[in-house]
């Protein structure tokens, strides 16, 4: 529950600034000028802040559409992020935001038009080519978790339906799909989630839904006739590691139609050296940001024999059950 | 990180904080430069100290400055607990700083805010003089911003608050007050102040540093950066290891005469430990 809500003046008035008020009547509301006054400031500490973080609504101005890094696709032709929020609900020990961000606040762009009209410009820049271009959302965010409160993806959705030659992945490990089951499935969507074996979740993935829940969740989207998309990323090494992965996708394609999944990828645990740093600081204790890890060109990642081992066993586990067309598998020596 | 907590509250004057004093049974520490009390165990949550500064924003820093490099072996937390005016705020009430302003710094800073609210939040205008100029909407002071400013370089933003209690409005402007007035309307919030400061000792625990559990010899000869690497070495392998084997291994440690073979010896340890699950886990906070 956020019980403090900074709200930029030139936010105050905006029809998803007062949807998202409306929701929190109890909370207290501080104006500010810009939203760098509270999220950027410096000596802030993300593990505090994780216990009970504020919210912060702003507008997103400058670059609101991003190239994705080069190794990053999913079967599109170019491929985009956009982060409508900063940070997550869920608290998962090996995000790259605990390091990257000051603030463990949640930051939300309510301006959702301004990103559909740079959007909707980059996608026409692309719109003769030959494979459709790749919008994904959740980078910087669960896209889904905090639908009930921001309405993002209701929006969105709607949105990216007129969109020509263009795909938004919403990647995810919430449950929150009503707003999807609610209406007809559009065929641009992708709904790629996130899963973990539950022993991994549940020591790993702080707050997030179980994995009998995300793949009950994925179950209903396919079902209902949503594209879905799986991501084991990371896959976490630890002694148990392939009977864990095996039982855990032995289940999710015992429940879903392998054919009809968009992708399936795969990583290590990977992380900028500088995010590695804080982020191990700030949790010194736990046991995945200490242990089979070594740095390469700027990156903390499992060493190249864990990778390797991990990788091809779970990427032969999947290959059980799809096609290797379905799978991409992102390698620590090959960004 | 730290891995011995303190909370300190600190205040203008005497009568401001006299209730907790009391309270708390608290002893006296210092007396000069600046009068400092402590109680031992608060809450089982670690130390808590008052510190009375004085009046005005030069006392403020230099109290801070000073009770900061005392605690600087401490993880701390700090707590600013005085009167302040108020342009719409009934006398006695009580509010949180969430956002700070001063009449000489060109921006506004907003504490963050993660402990459980004990009051409503409010701005707080830090002024060099008393004034019955009151803001519009917001409470007035004298130490609030250079409280942030200097208690910011011993700790995080969210472990450093401000506690105000409305002592004058425009209806019983500052020329009525009096130490007795004070002490009665900081005694009625101190049990809420002190909630307050519990939680803040609790989210100061959370980010404390667990204690070393191997120690390095002082007879092993090792530069600088081999002790750094040393002590990361054994920080990371104490987490896979029961207690038998941390006893082993700081056995193999004093029996270490050269720091570049026990570090190869160590990395080997390290490069040997195959994760399970629920080997250790995160202190939740």
């Given at each position: 529950m956020v019980d403090t809500i900074y709200v930029e003046s030139s936010a105050l008035e905006h029809e998803i600034s007062k949807r998202v008020l409306s929701k929190y009547p109890k909370a207290e509301v501080v104006e500010i000028s810009h939203y760098g006054e509270v999220f950027n400031s410096t000596g802030?500490?993300?593990?505090?802040?994780?216990?009970?973080?504020?919210?912060?609504?702003?507008?997103?101005?400058?670059?609101?559409?991003?190239?994705t890094p080069a190794q990053y696709e999913t079967g599109g032709g170019h491929h985009y992020y956009f982060s409508h929020m900063l940070n997550c609900v869920y608290d998962c020990r090996y995000c790259f935001l605990q390091g990257m961000l000051r603030s463990a606040n949640y930051l939300l762009f309510v301006n959702y038009e301004d990103f559909l009209s740079d959007i909707s410009r980059v996608a026409n820049e692309h719109i003769h080519e030959e494979k459709p271009t790749w919008f994904f959302s959740g980078y910087d965010c669960d896209s889904l978790a905090y639908e009930p409160i921001t309405g993002f993806a209701d929006h969105f959705v709607s949105k990216f339906e007129s969109l020509p030659n263009s795909v938004l992945e919403l990647r995810t490990k919430s449950t929150q799909i009503r707003s999807l089951l609610s209406r007809k499935p559009v065929d641009n969507i992708v709904v790629a989630f996130s899963l973990a074996p539950d022993q991994v979740a549940r020591e790993i993935e702080h707050g997030a839904p179980s994995f009998e829940k995300r793949l009950k969740a994925l179950e209903q989207l396919q079902a209902a006739g949503w594209r879905i998309g799986i991501r084991f990323d990371p896959v976490i090494w630890h002694a148990e590691y392939l009977q864990n992965y095996e039982r855990a996708i032995q289940q999710t394609f015992s429940t879903l139609r392998a054919d009809a999944i968009d992708s399936v990828t795969l990583g290590g645990f990977r992380m900028p050296k500088d995010f590695y740093k804080k982020t191990q600081e700030m949790y010194p204790e736990n046991w995945m940001l200490n242990i089979g890890l070594e740095q390469k060109q700027g990156m903390v990642h499992y060493r190249a024999d864990i990778e390797s081992q991990v990788l091809q066993a779970v990427g032969e586990l999947c290959l059980q059950h799809i096609d290797q067309a379905q799978l991409f598998v992102y390698r620590s020596d090959a960004s | 990180m730290k891995n011995q907590t303190a909370i300190v509250i600190v205040s203008a004057l005497h009568c401001e904080v006299k209730a907790i004093l009391d309270v708390l049974k608290m002893r006296k520490l210092y007396a000069k430069p600046f009068d400092m009390y402590v109680c031992d165990d608060f809450n089982g949550l670690g130390e808590l100290y008052v510190l009375v500064g004085g009046i005005g924003k030069l006392n403020t820093a230099a109290a801070i400055g000073w009770c900061g490099a005392l605690l600087q072996d401490y993880q701390t937390a700090w707590l600013n607990v005085g009167i302040a005016g108020h342009g719409s705020k009934e006398i006695g009430s009580a509010f949180t700083v969430g956002r700070s302003d001063d009449t000489t710094l060109a921006r506004a800073y907003f504490p963050p805010q993660v402990a459980k609210r004990q009051f409503p939040l409010e701005a707080c205008l830090c002024v060099a003089e008393p004034t019955s100029n009151y803001p519009d909407t917001g409470g007035v002071d004298m130490e609030s911003s250079a409280f942030y400013k200097v208690a910011l370089r011993f700790s995080y933003p969210e472990l450093v608050q401000s506690v105000k209690v409305v002592s004058d409005n425009p209806s019983e402007p500052v020329e009525q007050l009096n130490t007795q007035k004070i002490q009665k309307l900081m005694h009625s919030q101190k049990q809420r102040v002190l909630d307050f400061a519990e939680q803040l000792a609790k989210l100061t625990l959370a980010v404390a540093c667990p204690k070393n559990k191997i120690i390095i010899p002082d007879e092993l000869r090792c530069s600088h950066s081999q002790v750094r690497i040393i002590k990361d070495q054994l920080k990371r392998l104490a987490l896979f290891l029961d207690s038998a084997e941390i006893e082993q291994l700081?056995?193999?440690?004093?029996?270490?005469?050269?720091?570049?073979?026990?570090?190869?010896?160590?990395?080997?340890?390290?490069?040997?430990?195959?994760?399970?699950?629920?080997?250790?886990?995160?202190?939740?906070?």
């Open positions: 802030q500490n993300f593990r505090i802040q994780k216990s009970n973080p504020s919210l912060i609504l702003a507008r997103k101005e400058g670059a609101r559409v991003i190239s | 700081q056995i193999a440690v004093n029996e270490s005469t050269r720091a570049k073979q026990l570090t190869s010896f160590l990395q080997s340890r390290l490069d040997g430990i195959v994760p399970s699950i629920g080997m250790s886990g995160d202190r939740r906070g």
